[in-house]
């Protein structure tokens, strides 16, 4: 047992001068949650017919989802700064067996979805070396790109936030050359065109939703962010900014400035659209920054499934060793877990991953509006370094409009996807005894916390009891609210990771 602790002890320290993570680097971080830039957005012009749905939706979307998603995530991030984000939000107002659940979800989806970048990163280079349609090349290739951004995921996470920055950059360029090459093509009269008879009304509603979901992913970050109640808020915003903008500049120049029917936009067609405004250089331009971003993608989705695997050890709801950093403060084990379900999952086709992703998160993102109103309500004096600017009536309502479309979105599921998402759900379901068991029984060694706590009011209690009590209903406060300063952030972090979730 000494020489585990010790061991332990030792894994800890690098991690105290690990560089944390500044404003830049986390809107990076999120824009690749979130987007990775419009590669994937060209189906929303063909399931919707035609330009002018796919433009209103990524007009009007933002507005009814991802703004509130991003006011939740901000509130909710900043009033408990500690890796596992979501997983302590739930914890916290309903529970450790929800939170539990909530944690199961979002890692599996996370994983399932990053099993996406390296096919996608593999099938755009197919197109110049087709030797990678052969299963002799493709497979040890996938295999190696897994191992190395895993290894840069590995090296250190300030590491994977300023490369998020250079990947945005690099992917986000030859976008906005095509907009200004564009521009004396463009006939406005084009964007209003949609034929309602060709809407495919499931497969438009399925892009919108997986382009402008997971803001509430970084959360599970916010402990290794520097001065988190002040930066969580302003990049969130720049993110919300740069996401909508990355969408509509290519579709308004693509769309506005050629003549190619609706049923030619799908996956991979902004390639083309880049061809017949610039020229081959453009295309080739487009087909790199496609590689580049899903290698962004990757990284972010990755830093984030590894580090709510952290919290969750840190909580006392996984094994410590989930929890025990590498000399660059990252954590190993996590990583390597995450990396393996990755290349397990590859085999899965695009729509599949797509459909089941959408449909988890749905679920769990409606958990988490519901404890957003529930802390609200039960917990009206915890600490809120930012606050929507909304009473608790307004913030409910803030809730709906996303809700309605979380439900519908999972309405128009198949039923193989009811299947797969009821068999994930009753996994977790026999997980959660299964580690009490465990932890019962010594058979694994857990963080210094006895037991999980065995009902849903004993978390809200340690937090009601622990956390600053300060009166923070102004109706004024803005998104940039700079309100908590450093002291009380690292006092709040310690508390929450040593009593939220208390074990008896």
Known sequence: MGEEEGMSSDCQKPAKSSPKLTLLPLIALIFYEVSGGPFGVEDSVKSGGGPLLSLLGFLIFPLFWSIPEALVTAELATSFPENGGYVLWISSAFGP???????????????MDNALYPVLFLDYLKHSFPIFNRLIARVPTLLGITASLTYLNYRGLHIVGFSAVSLAAFSLLPFAVMGILSVPRIRPAKWVAVDFGKVDWRGYFNSMFWNLNYWDKASTLAGEVENPSKTFPKALLGAVVLVVLSYLIPLLAGTGALDTPASDWSDGFFAEVGFLIGGAWLRWWIQAAAAMSNMGLFEAEMSSDAFQLLGMSEMGMLPTIF?????????????LCSATGVVFLSWMTFQEILEFLNFLYSIGMILEFAAFIRLRIKKPDLHR???????????????????????????????????????VFLVGLLLYPLVIHAKDKKWVRFEAQEGLPPDNNQVGH???????QEDTDDPTVTLLSESASSKTQQDLSSVVVEEVLKLE
């Open 97 to 111: 067996f929800w939170g539990f659940q909530e944690g199961f979800w979002k890692w599996f989806s996370g994983v």
């Open 323 to 335: 929890a025990q950093r590498s000399k660059y403060g990252t954590p190993t084990i996590s990583i």
């Open 385 to 423: 370094p930012y606050r929507v600017p909304l009473q608790t009536f307004g913030a409910t309502m803030l809730c709906v409009p996303p809700t309605l479309l979380l439900v519908l979105v999972m309405c128009l599921a198949s039923a193989k996807t009811f299947l797969v998402s009821g068999t």
């Open 462 to 468: 340690y937090v009601e009891s622990k956390l600053p």
